[in-house]
């Protein structure tokens, strides 16, 4: 929104070649200016970032710490159940305020001067503030109303939380800024409790973007992630297709389970190795569809931190912290259903080998976005070439296409007033 | 036995010794030795050896510590068997693709807690330091203690459960080998 008012970053000047957004010059993976505007236009611009699922923050009381950007924030939910975020900076001398990454608390107490704020982040008390015996304190006109931490504003959809730091008339509201596929795609998975498994978090020594890229990405997936192919497991026949919402900042990409063997396609490839090897323990795939729509993979990426993943049995949020230029963090937040039985969940914990940082299907991706990360040092105005599917970032058919990386370009490029 | 009895590729896993019979000294001595050789098979890249350490229903799990006391049951790495684990060697070898590394296990505080007729359980501390062959450098990957259960075969000592519980839960770029 408004993107097409600002005005091209002073700071941080950028030629985007020829206007083209197949071509990414590599310097947006590497300027630490560029991070800086990051910050300003995208994660406290008129974005929602993901933040928490509400089933890590169940009840009155409860908190998570995260970030936003590399923003510390905090996200709370008050002893009425409603849901709060801020800034976690004490609004005295700028301590870290909530030092725990999940909590059960009714104050929050800066242990510097024990400042103390309640869930909504409304400043509650100021130690010695009438000073003792008559001497020191603050100021008479001090204005407990004035001093609290920075709040953001919260939206949740289907138990996904959501902060900005926009206001209201600058940001769409979360529905229609997540676009109808995405939330027609987080009814389907998110479509009765869930019961959280537990976290992995794996550092990546790379850009954002490049991960942003990667979970756009059909055209890798069978050429990069070999377990399939080496078992006789072969999935690039498989159907499936990308969708973008109107702006095309956020990415659908589904697969069905449904194959079209199309040998021609896969003639000549090395990573075709068909019945070379075969599972001794096949139960490692073993599973049960969640869903009667035969879809059997979902990576939906949604602008700018979050992608939802459902591979298989496995379902998982994963959340992108971009901690510095060259690094960033994935949260990978494992869950199944409340109404799993026994059998189920271990099928779930079971299907963890296959996904993740140590995951056998997966484990390449960050990897993948470290050798881009130190091949791109230098030569900042060479570029990539993105064009498999065409040189436009439409909705796909097919499996072997980069079109929803073009459609992030395109809003990243217009959001960060590249114009070039 | 002598160290070739941790070599040999599929034992029988059954018990054949009541350890309650043996020494405390010996058994820790069992115990210290099972472990020398299965950091050396990791530390020395015979991963096809890595399976054979365990029973054929032997369990192995990586967890973090957060998210058993968060009382989450997600695991790094799970295998229920040592067929799978051998799947995972496989995967490893001709699959997936990664940067060359190695690792260098230090274990350390060698417990044997608990002796159950041919069963001990037995506790560890471990770091494991990984070396990146592009990179060149030895760099801290995991730090954390084992759970292990223990059996007695005709083979020597062999785990019939590993958990490895690590104190960090960030992982560096990827994990590809066990520890």
């Known amino acids: 929104m408004n993107s097409q008012m600002l005005d091209p970053p002073a700071e941080a000047p950028l030629q985007w070649p020829q206007r083209e957004e197949m071509r990414v010059p590599y310097r947006v993976f590497t300027d630490p200016a560029i991070f800086e505007l990051e910050q300003q236009r995208l994660f406290r611009g008129p974005h929602w970032s993901y933040a928490a699922l509400e089933a890590e923050i169940p009840e009155p009381n409860d ?84 001093h609290g931490l920075t709040k953001l504003r919260v939206a949740s959809y289907r138990g996904l939380i959501f902060v900005t730091f926009a206001a209201e008339d600058r940001v769409e509201p979360l529905p229609q800024y997540l676009g109808a596929d995405a939330c027609a795609m ?17 550092v990546m020594h790379g850009n954002w973007k490049l991960y942003s890229e990667n979970t756009r990405d059909a055209y890798h997936g069978s050429l990069l992630h070999l377990f399939h192919a080496t078992f006789g497991l072969y999935r690039a026949s498989q159907k499936g297709g990308s969708v973008m919402d109107a702006t095309r900042r956020h990415s659908l990409l589904t697969a069905t389970k449904e194959e079209s063997q199309d040998q021609q396609a896969l003639a000549g490839l090395r990573t075709y190795q068909s019945g070379q090897f075969s599972l001794e323990d096949p139960s490692l795939l073993a599973g049960r ?29 994963r959340h992108m912290l971009p901690r510095s230029v060259g690094e960033m963090e994935l949260v990978w937040t494992y869950f199944g259903y409340a109404d799993d039985s026994e059998e189920m969940e271990g099928i779930r914990l079971k299907q963890m080998n296959l996904v993740g940082p140590g995951g056998l299907i997966s484990m390449e991706d960050g990897e993948a976005v470290e050798l881009v990360h130190e091949a791109i040092v230098r030569d900042g105005d060479k570029t990539s070439y993105i064009a498999m599917g065409g040189k436009k970032g439409e909705p796909q058919n097919n499996l072997v296409n980069e079109a929803p990386i073009i459609g992030f370009w395109n809003y990243y490029r217009k959001a960060m007033g590249f114009t070039g | 036995m002598n160290d070739r009895g941790y070599q040999q590729e599929v034992g029988s896993s059954t018990a054949v010794a009541d350890l309650r019979a043996m020494p405390a000294y010996q058994l820790q001595y069992e115990v210290e030795r099972l472990m020398r050789a299965y950091c050396e098979c ?138």
């Open chain 1, 63 to 146: 908190f998570k710490s995260t970030h936003i950007g590399d923003t510390p924030i905090v996200v709370t939910r008050d002893k009425d159940g409603a849901l709060h975020a801020w800034v976690n900076r004490c609004a005295h001398r700028g301590a870290l305020v909530c030092r725990d990454r999940l909590g059960k608390t009714e104050q929050f107490t800066c242990v510097y001067h024990q400042w103390a704020y309640n869930a909504s982040g409304s400043l509650a008390s100021v130690p010695f503030r009438r000073g003792v015996a008559g001497q020191g304190g603050m100021p008479a006109d001090f204005d407990m109303h004035a």
């Open chain 1, 186 to 202: 987080l009814d389907r998975i998110f479509n009765r409790p869930i019961r959280l498994l537990g976290d992995e978090r794996q």
């Open chain 1, 289 to 317: 569809p969640d869903f009667n729509d035969g879809i059997s993979l979902v990576i939906l990426a949604i602008f700018p931190n979050l992608i939802v993943q459902q591979i298989a049995n496995s379902l998982v949020v």
């Open chain 2, 42 to 179: 990791i530390d020395e890249d015979q991963l096809e050896r890595w399976p054979s350490f365990f029973v054929e229903d032997g369990r192995y799990q990586i967890i973090t510590h957060s998210n058993t006391v968060r009382g989450l049951p997600a695991n790094a790495l799970s295998c229920d068997s040592a067929a799978m684990m051998r799947d995972r060697v496989v995967s490893l070898r001709h699959a997936n693709i990664y940067g060359a590394q190695s690792y260098r296990h230090i274990v350390s505080n060698i417990d044997v807690k608990h002796v159950d007729g041919s069963n001990v359980s037995a506790q560890s501390h471990y770091i494991v330091v990984r070396t990146m062959a592009r990179e060149g450098e030895p760099l801290l990957f995991s730090a954390g203690k084992t759970l292990d259960t223990l059996v007695m075969t005709a083979d020597g000592l062999k785990f019939r459960e590993r958990r490895v519980i690590s104190d960090n839960d960030r992982i560096h770029t990827l994990i590809v080998l066990p520890i």
